[in-house]
């Protein structure tokens, strides 16, 4: 977003969505104070609300709460603060004023002040043909006629200015919290209304930029449901069934929770017509290929491994070869399980473990995460002399992982025999 000078107007950008930064005529720069302080509060209102400027008392309001009665003149001293700033900075001079009869404004001559907040919703609003800045209080309402064109650009530009919450290091603040709720209520109906407007006219190409862009900053079913209804609709089929493929799995493993029954109803209609078409039998042996090398055990989600262990469960009957059911767990030398206030050093142990587990491993082998601090192994093949020996390789290699000295790793182990229901043994 940064501009750089033109005609003979110097340019200040600033970034306020999904990180905070100014450039002045593309070059970026950095104001002396932390971004925390009553005077960088004050500087970033300024900009936020613009030419329309913001009345003192509710300055006062927003930076003091309840306080506000008490503090006029902490007020001033912050103005000034802010002043001197500026001025060294040059971006002011002496006979500039931020107080223009109790507005707050920064209007400098010769600068082309560019935010990309402002931006984003002078674009959302004459798109959604709603009422501007004037009350950030209120929801845009969704009804709408007939859209232009100027609105169909205007949607798209909307969408492509939104990066992402405003001023997320500001979140504690809770004038900045309203404003974030504010602005992504405001992205959200750009991103329904481009669904159904662009939907509508068989333009799914735009469409697609939209929700994927959208599912990338939040990861929300509807936008993924977009997505789908889109590829569905250009007859891209198999790449809908790979993103409900790999939603399917993100909501089990990492969200925990179920999917819904429109989620579930696109699912079954990709489903179906996947399985009604007269593919290639060499194509499908393409996509079933293992991506990647295929040394070591077979990495796979918790849902994998059960349905593998199943099924192997039923083939032992049919066959002599015993299996072992491996469960690898790490903690600190104490004993004690990592912490979750840790969870950036918990993460870098279990990536260790995990690739000690996997290199270890046979190819006919499996392995998925279980727990936070656990792997769980199905060994195939693998007898009861071979137990030691396995996990001793698995623990050396660990330990040659710089820093994991300081961890200990735990085996536990199930021989599952053919024939016989697993009987459990821990070492």
């Known amino acids: 977003m940064a501009g750089t000078k033109n005609s003979g107007k110097n340019v200040l950008s600033v970034h306020m969505m999904g990180d905070f930064w100014i450039a002045l005529n593309g070059e970026r720069m950095k104001l002396p104070g932390s971004m925390f302080s009553k005077t960088m509060n004050l500087f970033i209102l300024m900009l936020l609300y613009g030419e329309e400027g913001i009345p003192r008392r509710k300055v006062l309001e927003l930076l003091y709460g309840e306080e506000a009665d008490n503090d006029s003149g902490r007020l001033r001293v912050v103005a000034f603060r802010l002043k001197r700033q500026l001025i060294a900075a040059g971006l002011m001079t002496k006979d500039d004023q931020l107080n223009d009869k109790g507005v707050f404004r920064w209007m400098p001559e010769g600068m082309d002040i560019q935010v990309d907040a402002r931006m984003f919703e002078l674009a959302a609003v004459r798109a959604l043909k709603t ?189 002599d070869q015993p299996h072992c059911l491996m469960l690898c767990s790490v903690t600190k030398k104490s004993g004690q399980i990592i912490p979750e206030e840790e969870d950036g050093i918990l993460e870098q142990v279990m990536s260790c473990l995990g690739e000690a587990v996997g290199s270890c491993l046979q190819r006919t082998d499996i392995y998925t995460r279980y727990q936070k601090n656990q792997y769980l192994a199905l060994l195939a093949g693998a007898r009861q002399e071979d137990y030691g020996r396995i996990f001793s390789r698995i623990e050396s290699r660990f330990r040659n992982c710089p820093g994991m000295r300081r961890y200990q790793v735990h085996f536990f182990h199930s021989p599952v025999l053919p024939g016989e229901e697993s009987q459990g043994r821990t070492e």
């Open 131 to 319: 009422q501007g800045s004037g009350n950030r209080q209120e929801r845009h309402g969704n009804s709408r006629g007939p859209v232009s064109e100027e609105q169909k650009k205007l949607l798209l530009e909307a969408c492509h200015l939104y990066e992402g919450e405003l001023l997320t290091d500001l979140t504690s603040e809770l004038w900045a919290a309203e404003n974030q709720i504010y602005y992504q209520e405001l992205y959200f109906q750009c991103v329904r209304t481009s669904m159904q407007v662009f939907s509508e006219e068989g333009q799914y190409d735009k469409v697609l930029t939209v929700v994927r862009k959208a599912a990338h900053l939040y990861p929300y079913e509807e936008w993924y449901i977009g997505e789908l209804d889109a590829l569905m609709g250009m007859g891209h089929w198999k790449e809908a069934h790979e993103v409900a493929e790999q939603f399917m799995r993100f909501l089990a493993d990492e969200m925990g929770i179920r999917p819904s029954k429109e989620l579930m109803g696109r699912v079954r209609k990709i489903n179906a017509k996947i399985k009604g078409s007269s593919r290639d039998l060499a194509e499908i042996r393409d996509e079933l290929k293992e991506p990647g090398g295929i040394a070591g055990g077979l990495c796979c989600d918790y849902l994998a491994f059960a349905w593998i262990y199943r099924y192997e469960m039923r083939r032992l009957n049919r066959t």
